[in-house]
């Protein structure tokens, strides 16, 4: 997840508009034809996706979502990422997972974290309010923040206020067999001041919880940036991860051979990890087509 702050990695918010046309041309297209039009073949996903459930963020695409599930089953796709709870079953009704939702709508959603003990009581009773619902929805992860930087939290005070903080709702979310996922960001480019900016930031707050339902969601795309060693990492900490996000680097666009990571290998390792999660892709397309750069991801993901 991520809304950076320049014109060059523009993020979630600012995707949506830039994607409009792209998007609405792309509702009526059939996967397979549009692939071949533009790239002059059409991916070949393995059946089912392979080892690895793979969802996509909703924000990447501008397509009504009822369309947006009906083509993404067409590619192999078995869930959506980043859903607000009145869309949620849309996407059940489609025979979909939402594979990670959103406890509330608002435009600080990032900067507000558990680092910050002033935060807690609102934070809490979002998450109290959405669990019941996403337990009846069938919803079992819903995404939270660390929070940006505050005078006088360092980071480890920060650590310990969000292992206050959640302390008080963790056990709710056990109870109803949700997990809630922290996400780690980067601060260099997109999320300036975000403070949990490295694995271990993260790590050092599920390990003092030590809660099977809270964990990390790892997003590739901001770990390579803020600390690289992206598959030693993921293998040295994947007891503490409930969840990837991918996007390429730099730019935040396709992971193909474009960027500076192989996301192949990525995926590889963390199927053998036997990873039973979802891994959701994140990022800007840049095809005429953008179902033809999904397509593309998954086909890269499907190890």
């Given at each position: 997840m991520s809304m950076p702050d320049?014109?060059?990695?523009?993020?979630r918010r600012s995707a949506l508009g830039r994607l409009a046309t792209a998007a609405a041309l792309a509702g009526a297209v059939p996967l397979l034809a549009s692939a071949q039009a533009v790239a002059g073949k059409a991916p070949s996903p393995a059946p089912g996706g392979g080892r690895l459930k793979q969802s996509l963020s909703r924000w990447t695409s501008k397509a009504p979502l009822p369309d947006l599930c009906k083509r993404l089953k067409t590619i192999g796709f078995t869930g959506v990422d980043l859903l607000y709870a009145d869309e949620w079953s849309v996407v059940a009704d489609h025979g979909m997972a939402v594979s990670m939702g959103y406890p509330a709508?608002?435009?600080?959603?990032?900067e507000m974290g558990f680092n910050d003990p002033a935060n807690h009581a609102t934070l809490i009773k979002e998450i109290e309010t959405t669990i019941p619902l996403a337990k009846r929805a069938g919803v079992t992860n819903i995404i939270t923040m660390f929070g940006n930087r505050k005078a006088g939290i360092d980071?480890?005070?920060?650590?310990?206020?969000?292992?206050?903080?959640?302390?008080?709702?963790?056990?709710?979310?056990?109870?109803?067999g949700i997990t809630l996922c922290l996400e780690l960001l980067n601060s260099k480019v997109d999320h300036h001041g975000y403070q949990g900016d490295h694995t271990a930031f993260g790590v050092a707050v599920t390990?003092?919880?030590?809660?099977?339902?809270?964990?990390?969601?790892?997003?590739?795309?901001?770990?390579?940036?803020?600390?690289?060693?992206?598959?030693?990492?993921?293998?040295?900490?994947?007891?503490?991860?409930?969840?990837?996000?991918?996007?390429?680097?730099?730019g935040r666009h396709e992971i193909d051979g474009t960027q500076e990571l192989n996301y192949r290998a990525v995926a590889t390792a963390i199927a053998d990890l036997k990873y039973q999660g979802f891994i959701a892709h994140e990022f800007m397309p840049t095809h005429a087509d953008p179902f033809d750069s999904f397509a593309e991801a998954f086909r890269i993901c499907a190890v």
């Open positions: 320049d014109t060059t990695d523009i993020g709508k608002r435009d600080n959603f990032i980071d480890q005070r920060a650590i310990d206020n969000c292992i206050a903080g959640l302390s008080k709702i963790a056990p709710y979310a056990a109870e109803n390990k003092g919880l030590n809660s099977p339902n809270v964990k990390l969601l790892y997003d590739i795309y901001h770990m390579q940036i803020m600390e690289g060693d992206v598959i030693r990492t993921i293998r040295d900490n994947i007891q503490w991860i409930g969840h990837f996000h991918t996007g390429g680097v730099p």
